[in-house]
């Protein structure tokens, strides 16, 4: 496909659902998938034949439950050891492993078992996205900005822009969905003043809130605070549970531990909970659940409240938090904005309403597409697309980041809610160990637990070369730089010897080296390869399946017509039926057979036809 124009897309990698936009000709436009949906389900699923992505592998979860991935943004820059993996992996029907520490996807393609990184599966996401955007615009698309949740750490960011990478694409920029939807609103309703406006992005799996000050392309964060295991997903696990008690009560069955009917009423529950937004009752049906028992089951949107009250208060609890850290009132807030598939939720709304009585809690964009909006209005101005204007963004820092002391003690040295990017240095770090050390080796962690250990360990970088001397005596400075994506770099240097170190983290958290992703590359594009000469394998045998039944019609229109003789037509048909023969004897058969037996029976079809008819 060649590059007629140079775009750059904008892609919302969501849980559940993953959205891409672009500007064109000065206006933002949400791309549809080739179902017509601007949303496409963020699944993955393998056969023994081909690899759907979306709507199709989505369907997959009922049927083929082992092989189809979805949720993976919660393994992607994770331990296995994680607590959000371990909490997510007894829930879901297909298999997660752990390599070496590090979470993998276990499936069955081809005949053959598999196994894929995150990073991998969430290329194929956006390797899809990036598809939809080329349909559209009728050329090759390279760059993309790609959001990410505002508390996503460090190694999680890092890994979402090697999933890019591997997709094909070069990341311009990470950045927080719920900037992004702020950029959105900003967009849309053109605010003139500034304005203090507090995000609410509730998504499938994912947390955030966001203040922000608005003011003429000038975006200020002030404060984030969120949840990354917290999503719409955990509303429907409590409805699955509330499911899987109630059917274990009415037939005795426990159907906790079946692959099969787990992904029927995980599906069940989240159809259940999405028709609870618009109605206040509604039943979930689910035909033969086990051993042949159907379930048929009564579920209010007041029920569905009480299951999930403590994930509502939670959110609450992060609004507040989030403003406090703000350093203002709820008074203060201007603007309240609702992002995310799980906004919808009645009960949030009225929870937001209550907590901001005199104002209004707003969704005049589509939460489901804002962020992907905001994305391609960031992606097309980083392109140097000049019918976008100039924005200015200004992050923080979601988490604290900082070194391990003696006695495991955590040294901040980058803030939480600190602007990026920033580069900040402490000094008069030492020795600790005995006297005359030849080198310090420094943990790198995030978080605001004050015992290091108990905070998210990044990696570790070596100082060497330091003044020979008794302990406490060398003097040592280390510097910390947090970049525009999140990425962060650590060096440290003796003040007297001029000694260092130096580490950007990018290892012992499960990230992918540079040949690793360069191999990856090279797998994908042999199983797009191979899926194309699949597509095209399958093409050649439907388009002779339809040749025959066409030409058939047509002997029989001609036989009814009377326009061939009944020697002629039974001629015409033995040609017909062997062709059909030929074709259910050689499914094995390559494109290039299939295409030269279509051509050799459109051949002796049109030959005999024209000679037998009258």
Known sequence: MAAKQDYA?????????????????????????????RLTPSFVAFTDEERLIGESAKYQRSINPVNTVYEVKTLIGRKFSDEAVQNKVPRWPYRVVNDNGNPKICVHYRRTEKIFTPEEISAMVLAKMKEIAETYLGCEVRKAVITVPAYFSDSQRQATIDAGTI??????????????????????????????????DFGGGTFDVSILIMKKGNY???????????????????VARFIIEEFKKKTGLDVSKDTTALAKITKAAEKVKINLSSQVRDRIQIECLSQGQDLDLGLTRNRL????????????????????????TTDEIHEVVLVGGSARIPKLQKMLKDKFPTKEIKMTINPAEAVAYGAAVQAAMLNNDRSVEDIQLLEVAPLSLGVGLI????????????????????????????????????????????????????????????????????????????????????????????????????????RLMKEDIERMMVEMKDIEEKEDQHRALMDASASLEETIVKKKDLLERKKSLRKI??????????VCDEAEIWLEAHGDASKDEFDDKEQQFNESFSELLADLSF
């Open 167 to 200: 997709a094909g694409l070069q990341v311009l920029k990470i950045i927080n969905e719920p900037t992004a939807a702020a950029i959105a609103y900003g967009e849309d309703t053109r605010v003139s003043k500034e304005t203090n406006i507090l995000i609410f």
């Open 407 to 510: 006695e495991d003690i955590m040294s901040t040295i980058i803030e939480k809610n600190t602007k990026v990017p920033a580069t900040i240095t402490r000094k008069n770090y030492t020795t600790a160990d005995f006297d005359y050390q030849e080198y310090i080796e420094f943990p790198v962690y995030e978080g605001e637990n004050s015992i290091a250990s108990k905070n998210n360990l990044l990696g570790e970088f070596r100082v060497e070369g330091i003044e020979l001397a008794p302990v406490g005596v060398p003097k040592i400075d280390i510097t910390f730089s947090f970049d525009k994506n999140g990425i962060l770099n650590a060096t440290a240097v003796d003040t007297k010897t001029g000694g260092g170190g130096h580490v950007t983290i990018s290892v012992n958290k499960g």
């Open 305 to 328: 409240e009480l299951l999930c009250a403590d994930i509502f208060d939670e959110t609450l609890q992060c609004v507040d938090t989030a403003i406090a850290n703000a350093g203002m």
């Open 9 to 37: 897309i904008g892609i919302d990698l969501g849980t559940s659902n993953s959205c891409v936009g672009v500007v064109k000709n000065g206006q933002v436009v949400i791309i549809a998938n080739e179902q017509g949906d």
């Open 565 to 574: 003789s009944q020697k002629g037509y039974e001629k015409i048909k033995k």
């Open 220 to 238: 200020e964060v002030k404060s984030v605070e969120g949840n990354s295991q917290l999503g719409g997903g955990d509303l429907d696990s409590r």
